[in-house]
């Protein structure tokens, strides 16, 4: 049965996809699981285990969501600490590091999250696409939660102004 504060899911929603070289295996199966689900997907890499810096991919992929070029993103790395930090220094990025269900419909109902930031070093390909999926169908539940991200959007206009 589906829960009431979830909408049916979007199709051919975009989503760029990024990892380190600790994620690189994990973000192969996050892009066969969009594609197959018939999301458009930009697959920034990395796609093999030579080390990487973070704040590269980070920044590439919450760049692309930040502008509109992208719906959605999902940034991959050992434990997707270093990507959620970097992710969020972008305007209009709100991403979520999430371990379980439960968070992942959290971030999308209350906080409006836009990046997915995944640990490869915790997770498993089961539990992987039942995450994905949940925080991909969950919509945002607005009233009180839209109040609370236009204060934090409000902070970020500020906050770069001066």
């Not at 996050?30 to 997907?41: C, Q, Y």
């Not at 990487?52 to 692309?64: G, N």
């Not at 409006?112 to 919509?139: F, G, M, P």
């Amino acid at each position: 049965m589906m829960r009431p504060w979830r909408k049916p899911r979007d199709t051919n929603v975009r989503i760029i996809v990024g990892a380190d070289h600790q994620g690189y295996l994990i973000r192969e199966m996050v892009v066969g699981l969009l594609s197959g689900l018939g999301h458009t997907v930009e697959d920034l890499g990395t796609f093999n285990a030579v080390p990487v810096d973070y704040p590269d991919i980070a920044a590439k992929v919450a760049q692309q969501v930040s502008r509109g070029q992208a719906d959605r993103g999902i940034l991959v790395g050992g434990t997707g600490l270093g990507m959620c930090i970097v992710a969020n220094k972008f305007p209009g990025v709100r991403a979520a590091l999430c371990h379980d269900e439960l968070i992942a419909e959290m971030s999308r109902r209350h906080n409006d999250a836009n990046i997915l930031c995944l640990a490869a070093d915790i997770l498993h390909e089961q539990s992987l696409d039942r995450l994905i999926q949940v925080w991909l169908d969950t919509a945002f539940d607005g009233g009180r939660h839209l109040r609370r991200v236009e204060k934090i959007n409000a902070l970020e206009r500020k906050l770069l102004l001066g």
